[in-house]
Each structure stands twice: as C-alpha cells, then as structure tokens.
C-alpha cells in the first residue's frame, strides 16, 4: 500500500522552529522528486520547497533562508527544517512524491504559529 505520512506538526510561537517528516512506503522513494507544499485557511495550496532525486533544492521566496528541505532515501524520509517561523507559516503541510507516471500525497500535518 502506498502511503505517506507527515509528523512533527504542532503549536510553535513566532521566531521558533519545527521539523517536519514524511516517511514513504510502497514506493521507490529514490526515484520520486519531493516536495513539500502548504495550505493556509481560505488560500490555494502552494509549493513550499522541492528536492529531487539528485538533491538539487528550490524553495518559495517566503521560505528563502529560513526554512531546508532534505531527503533520506534509506530511511525513506522527506524533511523540513523550518527556523524563524512567523504567522503567515500557519497552514496544513503536505508532502508529496512524484514521477512521471505516478504522484502521491500525505494526509497534511497542521502548523500553527502563534504567541
């Protein structure tokens, strides 16, 4: 069965840190470029940050400096080190995996920064 699961969620006030995790199953992982994507209550899903399969990294000018993405293909594991968070980081996280022929979706983990 193909799954992805987020963990490290939770409640953070402004300027503290999170670490978020997406551990695949039922994929090659290694194969799969991986993002991380987010939705703010009453906003449209936006891409946060990407790593491919060779560890090249992209990241949301919103993000730029404050947040890393990072990827461990024997654990099967997607990162998200996100430092300095502010209010407008508030929203469900999402990581996915995607190739060309397949794309899948974590269920989301809640991020809520506030003092």
């Known amino acids: 069965q193909v799954q992805l699961v987020e963990s490290g969620g939770g409640l953070v006030q402004p300027g503290g840190s999170l670490r978020l995790s997406c551990v695949a199953s039922?994929?090659?992982?290694?194969?799969?470029?991986t993002r991380w994507y987010r939705q703010a209550p009453g906003k449209e899903r936006e891409l946060v940050a990407v790593?491919?399969?060779?560890?090249?990294?992209n990241y949301a000018d919103s993000v730029k400096d404050r947040f890393t993405i990072s990827r461990d293909n024997a654990k099967r594991t997607l990162y998200l080190q996100m430092n300095s968070l502010k209010p407008e980081d508030t929203a469900v996280y999402y990581c996915?995996?995607?190739?060309?022929?397949?794309?899948?979706w974590g269920q989301g983990t809640q991020v809520t920064v506030s003092s």
């Open positions: 996915n995996a995607a190739s060309p022929l397949m794309d899948y």
């Open positions: 790593i491919t399969i060779t560890g090249n990294t």
């Open positions: 039922g994929m090659i992982f290694s194969i799969m470029t």
